[in-house]
């Protein structure tokens, strides 16, 4: 088999796996609700007119802080909307979990034993970057 076909095997079976199903189902829900869209159409709205007002010589500074105040509260409403924080939350799972895959095939790109390579957590696994206080590497 070659090596293609593994990452299309791999492609399979992240979809199969929960955190993908999940994120999937959240994405469907987020794309569905129909008032977020409309609170979406809104921001998109706001920002093309706070660029085209920027972009002027001469901008009208009232109107620029008008839309920024109306940008920030409807980016408030639209993050506190209960899909989309599903969304953000099942998306984060599958973004943590390809970062951990990408890290496995990293090391093993570096020559590392693919049946016993470990990424180092994100934080550093504890490491303050000193050795002296160091119980060793992983």
Do not use: H
Request: proline share 3%; aromatic share 6%; net charge negative.
């Amino acid at each position: 088999m070659d090596i293609v076909e593994l990452t299309r095997q791999l492609g399979a079976a992240i979809q199969a796996d929960e955190r993908y199903v999940a994120y999937a189902e959240a994405k469907r829900k987020n794309d569905e609700d129909q008032a977020l869209g409309a609170l979406i159409g809104k921001l998109n709205i706001i920002q093309l007119s706070y660029r085209n007002e920027s972009e002027k010589e001469n901008p009208d500074e009232a109107r620029l802080e008008k839309w920024d105040a109306e940008f920030r509260n409807l980016y408030t409403e639209i993050m506190r909307n209960e899909n989309m924080l599903a969304f953000q939350e099942k998306k984060q799972a599958v973004d943590d979990m390809m970062n951990y895959l990408i890290q496995i095939l990293n090391l093993c790109v570096n020559g590392a034993d693919p049946a016993t390579c470990e990424p180092v957590p994100e934080d550093g696994g504890g490491c303050t970057g000193s050795c002296s206080t160091c119980g060793g590497c992983g």
